[in-house]
């Protein structure tokens, strides 16, 4: 069993529980203990937001909500914090300081007129720890987050990551059963970010406790998970781990939210198919090729190519006209922008190093049949890969 397996929620109303059911047994199913954290949950706000979810986890694991603004994510954590079963105990009844439960926040929530170490202190002084165990949870904290030459100054005398720091360690002399964390790095700047996501991945590879996450940043949700549960409208829309997720999108939503820059959808139609795959002459000219399944694809079928702007190439002759808007050189690697002829909608296309074309040029791209993922525009599932086949 892996130390952290992460759930991430894209879009959360509606109810669809029997699916959801589903998805959560097969991430329970991977070993270790049982974790229930979320038990027939019903929210009201003038329509019903959320119905009957049962959630499951393995114990040590981490849930991230990943969810879209419309999502409740954070509605749901509060209800979590109010209504769980938690290490096999129904914590409803208990007071907010008997459930075991910890919570970090965006706003760090510290108390500015304390130190650091009596921000830590607080919570154990209010449930009447000993001062020996209490120094000694906080010498701990302070050691795993580095904050011990802050132990004396005041939030005013910190930064935003030390702050952030200060709120996760004031969590972790808790030592409880679940952490809650909502958004904790979205008031920190790109670089920040960055350092302190390493740091809760460090942090939650030492203390193997598990965790509710709640981020919009699908970064941390691809970087920090063993597994997403992804869904919409109360819907599970796709599970698995992000690799696969982002290799093998269940359909246009899942495609379109996993991954950045988008992947990149073009409209065309079935013209072909043979053992090298399904041809797909694309609207405005061109021709690609996807190696799926063609079982239920015919010949004059209108579908939805997808292709992830790294899965580009330039071509001399065969492929698709790509005519250039403008482009973004990162030093490493180079974006460009753009259109296919005949079709309005923006076109990314993803080259290493280098690369300065200029506006109006007219470039030939194809991709790797087994990289072009094709999907019914009506339904919006994504056709069946064939077995066997690579992945990125």
Request: aromatic share 6%; charged share 25%.
């Amino acid at each position: 069993m892996t130390s952290a397996s992460l759930v991430s929620i894209e879009a959360l109303d509606g109810d669809n529980t029997q699916r959801l059911q589903a998805a959560i047994d097969d991430l329970s199913a991977s070993g270790g203990g049982r974790l229930e954290l979320l038990a027939g949950i019903h929210i009201c706000r003038g329509l019903r937001l959320r119905s009957g979810v049962d959630l499951h986890l393995t114990a040590g694991a981490i849930l991230r909500p990943v969810p879209d603004y419309a999502a409740y994510a954070h509605t749901t954590v509060s209800v979590i914090a109010e209504k769980s079963d938690i290490g096999g105990r129904d914590v409803s009844a208990l007071s907010p300081a008997e459930r075991k439960i910890a919570m970090v926040f965006q706003s760090y929530a510290l108390y500015p007129h304390m130190s650091v170490r009596k921000n830590l202190a607080f919570g154990l002084e209010n449930l009447k720890f000993k001062r020996a165990e209490i120094e000694a949870r906080i010498a701990e904290a302070a050691r795993m987050l580095a904050i011990e030459p802050y132990l004396d100054r005041r939030p005013k005398q910190l930064s935003g990551g030390q702050r952030q720091r200060v709120a996760i360690g004031r969590a972790i002399v808790r030592e409880p059963d679940i952490f809650l964390f909502d958004e904790p790095l979205s008031n920190l700047d790109a670089a920040l970010r960055v350092q302190t996501r390493a740091e809760i991945t460090k942090l939650h590879r030492e203390i193997k406790t598990t965790m509710i996450y709640v981020t919009h940043d699908q970064v941390e949700a691809m970087t920090m998970a063993d597994k997403i549960v992804v869904l919409r409208a109360g819907r599970v829309e796709q599970v698995g781990a992000p690799l696969e997720l982002f290799d093998h999108p269940r359909n246009l939503f899942v495609a379109g939210f996993l991954g950045s820059p988008r992947m990149n959808i073009i409209k065309g139609k079935v013209s072909g198919i043979g053992e090298s795959g399904v041809a797909i002459d694309v609207a405005g000219g061109g021709n690609i090729v996807s190696d799926v399944d063609p079982k239920g694809i015919a010949v004059g079928q209108d579908v939805l190519a997808g292709i992830r702007p790294a899965h580009f190439s330039r071509s001399s002759e065969k492929g698709l006209p790509f005519i250039v808007q403008y482009h973004e050189g990162l030093g490493t690697e180079t974006y460009v922008y753009g259109n296919l002829a005949g079709q309005g909608e923006q076109i990314i296309i993803h080259e290493a190093g280098h690369f300065a074309p200029v506006q109006g040029d007219r470039i030939m791209i194809d991709a790797d049949p087994a990289r072009v993922h094709l999907f019914d525009p009506e339904s919006g599932l994504a056709f069946a890969r064939r077995s066997g086949q690579g992945r990125r």
